[in-house]
């Protein structure tokens, strides 16, 4: 969902349609066709020390690289995702094993975000925000919504103000981004969160669902019945854009590696690119192998440091470009499973996060012993 870390130093996941009452978190998963059982423990946490009394921590397993995961990031040369029940994978061979940290909490963790080796961020369930600074191997929890605390009415679980997206732009200055138009804002790395929502004008609340820099031009906001929005100055204000090229539910957004280059994507195999950070937008059409055009809803992806900006999605659906979005080559993988974002490897393959966890695949996105 993110941009390589390397532009930094220069230059500063709503659903289809859910019945009414159901949150934006179990929105995502209904998108993505899974399903999450929580779990239980009796172990006493970091974040019960921490004054987080209710939560819980996230059982360890080692099948926990195996379950469901939302999101990976590079932390340096380590590769971290997180996913259900709370679990954070690491890895430090390119995803040939990995290790599960210990987590002071088992919400559903839908981003991470380094902004260098050592220090991230995560962000889930319950308005959830949890921090790094070994590069993924513990966490604190940073923020958690008070009023989740403060209620007892059975029916706050459907109000619950999930968190879709984070970005740091640097050690000190990040976001969070998620349901009914929540905009949190850090400028001390985390140690105090202020909400910023109404920095952005979004009156009916719709929801943020991902975030994302785009070279030499700022900053970039996507959510549900196609709002978009941007900032020319990473996130200090924000421009609402009126003419938008498509009215559904954006889950994606992304920068091409181009200055002002930016591409959306969403339900139904919708990609639209832009080349002046959202002037103007013309639709990238994606076909699958039989030459008809893709139908899949498109979950995540990001921009990567080779130049490879890659998509996933519903069906085990891998859309790789080479030419800045202009072009897709589009693969749907033998097992279908549902995908929620990749990264490309040194080694020219590619790791892919979902619904069966992390797991490598060639350049194109099929199973590593695929030629």
Do not use: C
Not at 3 to 10: K, L, N, Q
Not at 70 to 76: N, V, Y
Not at 233 to 250: A, F, I, K, M
Request: proline share 4%; charged share 20%; glycine share 12%.
């Amino acid at each position: 969902m993110h941009e390589p870390h390397f532009w930094r130093a220069s230059s500063l996941k709503q659903a289809v349609a859910a019945p009414k009452g159901t949150s934006v978190s179990r929105k995502l998963i209904m998108a993505l066709g899974l399903s999450v059982v929580m779990l239980g423990s009796a172990s006493v946490s970091m974040a019960q020390a921490a004054g987080y009394a209710d939560l819980k921590p996230a059982v360890l397993s080692p099948k926990a690289s195996k379950t469901l995961l939302l999101d990976a990031a590079q932390a340096g040369q380590r590769l971290v995702a997180v996913g259900s029940r709370g679990h954070i994978v690491y890895s430090d061979d390119q995803g040939e094993s990995w290790l599960q940290a210990p987590v002071p909490a088992r919400q559903l963790l839908t981003a991470v975000d380094f902004v260098d080796e050592k220090n991230g961020w995560a962000v889930g369930h319950d308005t959830l925000i949890l921090h790094t600074t070994d590069g993924g191997e513990s966490w604190i929890v940073q923020y958690r919504d008070s009023e989740i605390d403060a209620s007892e009415d059975e029916a706050s679980d459907f109000l619950e103000k999930p968190l879709m997206d984070v970005w740091f732009r640097n050690a000190q200055t990040g976001f969070a981004v998620g349901a009914y138009g929540l905009l949190l804002r850090t400028d001390d790395g985390g140690k105090h969160w202020q909400d910023v929502s109404f920095d952005v004008d979004n009156p009916d609340g719709f929801h943020y669902n991902s975030i994302s820099p785009i070279k030499d031009s700022g900053l970039f906001l996507v959510g549900e019945m196609g709002t978009m929005y941007r900032s020319t100055d990473y996130g200090d204000t924000w421009e609402t854009l009126t003419d938008v090229p498509y009215d559904g539910s954006w889950f994606g957004v992304a920068s091409t590696g181009e200055p002002g280059g930016v591409v959306a994507w969403g339900l139904r195999g919708n990609v639209f690119r832009s080349n002046d950070f959202g002037d103007s937008w013309n639709q990238v059409k994606l076909t699958n192998a039989a030459g008809n055009p893709l139908s899949s809803t498109l979950a995540g992806g990001q921009f990567n440091a080779d130049g490879r900006l890659i998509l996933v999605g519903v069906g085990g659906v891998v859309a790789t470009s080479n030419d800045g979005g202009r072009s897709f080559d589009v693969i749907v993988r033998p097992d279908r499973v549902a995908l929620a974002t990749a990264i490309s490897l040194p080694s020219g393959g590619t790791l892919l996060a979902g619904q069966r966890g992390v797991v490598q695949a060639n350049k194109n996105g099929m199973p590593a012993s695929s030629q």
